[in-house]
């Protein structure tokens, strides 16, 4: 007898392979699959405007990148003894201007670099509710705590998010012509908006990503989402707020990733590189002896072998 309903992976017609740089933008889920693909080794950039949740501001950052924009003292607020961006996560957030400009236009600028050679990028939707600007109209990133009062909260219709997609799909198909995009809905749960309108906005998320996906030949979807609500399905796979997906959980969605969308070969490449993270991840307790000398040659020798079989892997920490 089966006691849950088990999501099983099917190969894609999307690969993802060491040959791939990989852009991966959104909400907590971009994040950790972000960190995963770096781990072991894959080119990626992950996130460079930090956290986003909403769809307009995940399409708004990457117009900005796309577009080779530049951040300027136009676009920053003091609040709080700290200067913020509209567009950013609260991690750029600075008491100096100077360095807040620098931190968020170094970060765009590396982005701007690496999405002209990139041909895959990752985007997680998290919620379909929105914080406008009272006085401006602006859709806002994150609200660095300001209060209430300054914003206006909606929910997003498809429609909205479809036509606001499509406008930089359309973009992202004249920098790039061989970019494949795979978009998926985050399994964090938002129930600071309640737990009927978080289903709400989950559901909006999935329908203008099916949308998207007839659209674009080119956009695919992910099952994050429906493999934590329905195959995992239980409070055991959280974190103790029971809104984040645990470890456990992320493991058995980064190995539903990898089938999905690596070929045997890749598979193979990261099992090796795993073995070698396993090794420079050791940290001895008496590095003088004579056996701690053995392990560290043979890590050497190793670490020759593997980069010599496959020039492509950078295992230089960031």
């Not at 986003?52 to 080779?68: E, F, Q, R, W």
């Not at 939707?125 to 609200?143: F, R």
């Amino acid at each position: 007898m089966q006691f849950r309903t088990i999501l099983r992976p099917q190969k894609s017609d999307v690969d993802i392979n060491y040959h791939h740089p990989i852009l991966t933008i959104g909400s907590c889920f971009a994040e950790n699959i972000g960190q995963r693909l770096a781990a072991v080794r894959f080119s990626t950039l992950c996130n460079p405007l930090g956290i986003l949740y909403n769809p307009i501001s995940i399409a708004k950052s990457v117009n900005l990148i796309v577009t080779d924009y530049s951040f300027t003292e136009d676009d920053i607020f003091e609040h709080g003894g700290l200067w913020h961006s509209w567009q950013h996560h609260g991690r750029f957030s600075h008491p100096d201007k100077k360095v807040i400009l620098r931190g968020v236009n170094e970060s765009l600028f590396k982005a701007q670099n690496f999405i002209k050679k990139a041909n895959r990028l990752i985007i997680t939707l998290g919620s379909a509710y929105v914080y406008v600007l009272k006085d401006t109209g602006e859709t806002v990133a994150n609200c660095h705590k300001v209060p209430a009062s300054f914003f206006e909260k909606k929910r997003l219709s498809v429609e909205e998010i479809v036509d606001d997609f499509s406008n930089t799909i359309n973009l992202l198909k004249g920098q790039s012509a061989d970019l494949q995009i795979l978009m998926t809905v985050s399994p964090v749960r938002y129930i600071r908006d309640g737990i009927v309108e978080n289903q709400k906005s989950k559901a909006i998320l999935l329908l203008a990503v099916e949308e998207l996906c007839e659209k674009f030949n080119n956009v695919h979807y992910f099952p994050a989402y429906e493999l934590v609500m329905d195959d995992l399905r239980d409070y055991r796979f959280y974190e103790e707020d029971m809104v984040h997906p645990n470890k456990q959980a992320i493991d058995y969605i980064w190995a539903f990733f990898k089938e999905t969308y690596c070929t045997q070969n890749t598979l193979n490449i990261m099992t090796e590189v795993d073995k070698i993270n396993a090794m420079l991840q050791h940290r001895p307790l008496h590095p003088d002896t004579e056996g701690y000398q053995q392990f560290a040659n043979t890590l050497s020798n190793r670490l020759e072998i593997i980069q010599r079989k496959y020039p492509f892997l950078n295992f230089v920490e960031k």
